[in-house]
Structures are given as C-alpha cells and as structure tokens.
C-alpha cells in the first residue's frame, strides 16, 4: 500500500479527495434530513394545539386561585386568606 501512494500520489490524492466529499455529502444528507423530521413534527404540534380566548384563560385562572386558596385554608386552618 504504501508503495502504491508513493507511486501514484496523485491517484492517492483523488482517492482521498472522492471519499472526502462523501463524507461531506452524508453529512448533509444527514443534516438536511433532521432539519425536515423538525419540520414535519413542528406541523404536527401546531395542528394540535387548541385556540383559547381570554374568556376560558380568565375562568381557568380563577379556579386554580379558589383550588390554592382552599388549600391555603386547610393548611393554616384561617378564612379569607390571601398571599400577593
């Protein structure tokens, strides 16, 4: 092997040449495909996702504040008590 690359450098030289730009092309084949699959799961998350108006957000936050409240007074045993 060695005898052969001193007496082809340059054919050496293509060899290495050649499998340097598959190794390029397989990385960006390999890049190009991760950044698709991102692309494609990213859609399915945004199909999924449900609109909420203001209305729901606003009721959705006063029963999380009524459920810590009551829990607030089952732990110190104190009505009408409120932190912030």
């Known amino acids: ?8 450098p340059e054919s050496f030289t293509w060899i290495v040449i050649f499998i340097f730009i598959l190794v390029t092309m397989g990385l960006g ?7 698709f699959i991102a692309h494609l799961k990213n859609i399915d998350i945004e199909e999924e996702v449900e609109e909420v108006t ?5 009721e959705e936050l006063a ?5 810590e409240d009551r ?14």
């Open 1 to 8: 092997m060695k005898r052969w690359i001193k007496d082809n």
């Open 29 to 35: 084949a390999v890049i190009i495909g991760a950044i």
């Open 54 to 58: 203001d209305e729901e957000a606003v």
């Open 63 to 67: 029963l999380l504040l009524e459920e």
């Open 71 to 84: 829990e607030r007074r089952d732990l110190y045993g104190v009505e009408n008590i409120r932190l912030g």
